[in-house]
């Protein structure tokens, strides 16, 4: 049973502190992918690898970054929080090859 | 980029009736379409899915269908039940782009009793 998994289900942070959240799966998957949820707005992509050191950019990228040093962690950074940045944060990994994405529980960051 | 838009935002249906959520995509690259159901306070999870060689797919209550001219694809619920109630969400994915979905805004659906 593949598990994804995320370091804080909340967190609150202020205004310019540097926020690491970080994603783990137990799978072996190649991608991984950081997605915020907002109410009406769905579910957005801001980064996204597949491979260890390797990054894309999802749809809102700014004011975020990505570390993947290890095939199993995912690391989402907000180098500067900022109170628009609060937000439910979820990660997913898939299969190289296969399209389904596992989603970890999510991190509800509120930033102050 | 890809554009999925999603309709309705809310759907309210009684018990033992049936639900519809309509998407549209705007890629006609797209080849890959699930769907992701997300109950309250947890995670989502991939329900049904269909690729573009295919019409239709049914799974128990639940099928989705793909119109690929006109470029949108539904899920159907029938005989909904209590537990249906979440929020789902459908997605697309273009040929070529390593697994990226790009997804729709979300319909919660109260099914009531």
């Known amino acids: 049973d593949v598990k994804v998994t995320q370091s804080s289900r909340y967190l609150v942070k202020r205004t310019g502190e540097k926020v690491f959240l970080e994603c783990v799966q137990d799978m072996d998957h190649e991608n991984m992918f950081w997605y915020r949820q907002d109410p009406g707005l769905g579910l957005r992509l801001i980064y996204f690898s597949y491979d260890v050191k390797m990054k894309e950019k999802g749809d809102i990228p700014e004011g975020y970054s990505v570390s993947r040093e290890k095939k199993e962690r995912f690391s989402l950074i907000l180098e500067s929080a900022s109170t628009n940045q609060t937000s439910m944060y979820l990660c997913?990994?898939?299969?190289?090859?296969?399209?389904?994405?596992?989603f970890g529980p999510g991190t509800r960051l509120t930033v102050l | 980029g890809e554009n999925v838009e999603q309709h309705p935002s809310t759907l309210s249906v009684q018990e033992g009736d049936s639900a519809v959520i309509k998407c549209t995509y705007s890629d006609s690259a797209s080849n890959y379409f699930p769907w992701y159901k997300q109950e309250l306070g947890k995670r989502p999870q991939l329900i049904i899915d269909i690729r573009s060689n295919v019409g239709e797919k049914k799974d128990q209550r639940i099928a989705v269908t793909l119109n690929k001219t006109a470029k949108h694809f539904s899920l159907h619920i029938t005989e909904t039940q209590p537990e249906d109630s979440a929020v789902y969400f459908c997605a697309a994915k273009v040929v070529g782009t390593a697994s990226k979905l790009t997804f729709g805004t979300g319909t919660r659906l109260q099914v009531t009793l």
């Open positions: 997913a990994s898939s299969l190289i090859g296969t399209d389904t994405q596992y």
